[in-house]
């Protein structure tokens, strides 16, 4: 290992670091603070940088560099309290150590390189050298932060592609702890940190605010668990970070380098009453480990299998406990949630959004038959909400469209059946002009504009209630003809450019080929190829939209290109269609927790649809159901069952976000905090996330249905 001292002159910067060095890592670290600065790949694209620093986010505050953090001291503190100042010393041994003071508190931060395992460590040892007692953990469990600034941003589509990384958290499982970074575009070997010694209760988010908006997913935090230290006593946690390729090596070499390192393979995260799920158990476990009190079976020594059998509704909390060959104790947590049948729950939700969430005024309130937003803390409408992202239209179609989809199964609902009645009057009369036009809020509300975003969730609206087995017309027509009108507006006014989410290509057309409306068909299909082939002319060059790079702009692309294959047939789609889903797949994570199990990352829309506006991470969020959609789609063109299995894994970890009384929430709000405020919680706003019953009823269709 070598260690070096640099000094830099970067414009009117002076950058003094020093450098560690061997055939795996390039690492400098700020000889002022004491910060890890840059983390690159020795053997790999060099140009990577898989940590956040002034370089690669200028933004990023100096204070929330790598390795440093704070602890909650107190009031006579201010809560906070920063280690930023230390006392720096290399040891013979190649180890590099920073040693800060934090009142009371002594922070001692070991770095080395081991050639031999090749992996880089990280020591991070806590003591008290106060007089009294010092208990953390009864502050909160965020009164401890470790800045761990991953370069997990969205710059613009070639950038994040090239040069950034998904981090996949997992800090909720005490002993059991890691870190998957996924480098965005598949570019050669991937970091993984794991937690080798200690424990951590979550993580937080910082720096996410308008300027920086929806590109970043802001700073991170990792909070270690603290016992109780009297004075002179010490604690420590450690992780060790290594070069891996996919998941299965990830999972591998972490329980070669953590012996508190647990593998849980669940076969479902998301259980119905009364189902039963195998959880199998690899690395820290043992003969002796217990699940919740309860013993475990082995088939060797690290390899042990519990059968869990779902017996009370909601988030349940899976604690294994294993005795560790040095007498330690290692407490490692997966998290499943348990539901009422899935026909129950959406049932529950229809009922729900006719009784409490539509508008009934009269006639001179342009919303009156509107699927509005609802406010879970008020039990009542939000109409007080005039934020855009708040109207009648928008995503609140996805309401509309499930209860059509309802209907197609349960017809003689004649409650359900009004109220859409009402609804279907609302779109085409107040979100619509006569010939097609769609408009993101009722016409009469205010400034009413047209939305692209908004038309292929209305012409899918249309063609499910042109499937409904009893007539409906608005403003005399159809919904073939609605349908057919908004379709040519969408094409008018640049659609054929627009990655959309939702764009019925396989219903509609298999709707006019089952009806033998063979005009029709010819026409949609004509335009849906038009569009598919600009997306397919752009490989991965994704336009930047709401957010620069973001999972909702690969899923559509994927879903387009795979839907154009199960109704043409051209391998073309398909292959364009698989380089889309292999990076799309790439924003899942494995985490052992329901509410972020192969759930696509998503970190802004807490903030622009949630009632408390915050902008950190939202596992699960409605939209990470499309990567179901689109690997239900591929499943069913190459026929592979594990596929389907993970679509439905998919599907059920988002009904977290429904409770079994029909209330319902728009994002779970993942971080411990978010910007120093308390979440990891259900937002109260019912807005969008019926999309996901919408996106459940749909492939339960397509199933149904005979191939095109």
Known sequence: MKISRLVNLTGLLLVNAYSLQNTQFQIDIDDITGAVTSLRDAQGNSSIDWISSHSNAPWQPLGSRWGLGFADLGAAYLHRFYWTEPDLKTGQDG?????????????????????????????????????????????????????????????????????????????????????????????????????????????????????????????????????????????????????????????????????????????????????????????????????????????????????????????????????????????????????????????????????????????????????????????????????????????????????????????????????????????????????????DRPVGSGTSRKRLYNWPWVLQFHIAAARLPFEITSAGKTPVEWFMLSLESFYREGGKDLYAIGLPILESLRFFKQRNNTARYDRARELFVRHGEVILGRGLDYPPFEVNFEQSIVAPAAIIMLELNRVTGNETWLEAGELQLTTLLRFQGRQPDHLVHRVGIRHWDGYWFGKDRHWGDTFPHHWSTLDAVALHHYGQIIGDDQHLDHVQEILRNNLALFSPDGTAGCAWIYPLTVNGRETHYRDPYANDQDWILNHILYIDDDNRQSSF
């Not at 300027?211 to 990792?222: A, P």
């Not at 996919?246 to 329980?255: E, G, I, L, P, V």
Request: net charge negative; glycine share 6%.
């Open 95 to 439: 180890s590099y150590k920073a040693i800060y003071n934090a009142g009371p508190l002594d922070i001692t931060v070991r770095r080395t390189l081991d050639s031999n395992s090749s992996t880089f460590t990280e020591r991070y040892t806590f003591r008290n050298n106060g007089d009294e007692a010092l208990d953390l953990a009864t502050r909160s469990k965020a009164a401890l932060a470790i800045y761990t600034p991953f370069n997990d941003h969205y710059t613009n589509t070639s950038d994040s592609l090239n040069h950034r990384s998904f981090a996949h958290v997992w800090a909720n499982g005490g002993s059991n702890a890691w870190v998957k970074l996924e480098q965005m575009g598949g570019h050669g070997r991937n970091l993984g940190l794991v937690l080798t010694e200690g424990s951590l209760v979550g993580y937080s988010i910082e720096s996410r605010d308008i300027i920086t908006l929806s590109n970043t997913r802001g700073v991170f935090q990792l909070h270690p668990a603290l016992p109780v230290l009297q004075p002179g006593e010490s604690s420590s946690v450690e992780w060790a970070l290594f070069w891996h390729s996919d998941w299965d090596d990830f999972f591998k070499q972490s329980q070669q380098l953590s012996k508190q390192f647990v593998r849980f393979e669940i076969s479902q995260h998301t259980l119905v009453l009364g189902e039963k799920a195998e959880i199998r158990l690899t690395g820290g476990v043992s003969s002796t480990s217990l699940i919740n009190g309860s013993p475990v079976s082995c088939d060797s020594p690290d390899e042990c299998t519990y059968n869990y059998t779902a017996k009370t509704l909601g988030r349940q909390a899976l604690q294994v406990t294993t005795q560790l060959m040095d007498s330690t104790t290692a407490n490692s947590t997966a998290y499943v949630n348990v539901v009422p049948p899935v026909d129950d729950i959406i049932s529950s939700r229809v009922n729900f959004i006719i009784q409490k969430q539509q508008v009934n005024d009269g006639t001179d309130n342009p919303n009156t038959g509107a699927y509005a937003v609802y406010d879970n803390q008020a039990q009542s409408i939000a109409f007080w909400d005039k934020g855009t992202d708040r109207t009648t239209g928008r995503e609140r179609l996805g309401m509309g469209i499930t209860i059509a989809r309802f209907l197609l199964l349960h017809p003689n609902n004649t409650e359900v059946r009004s109220s859409f009645e009402k609804y279907y009057e609302f779109v085409t009369l107040k979100l619509q002009s006569e010939n097609g036009d769609v408009y």
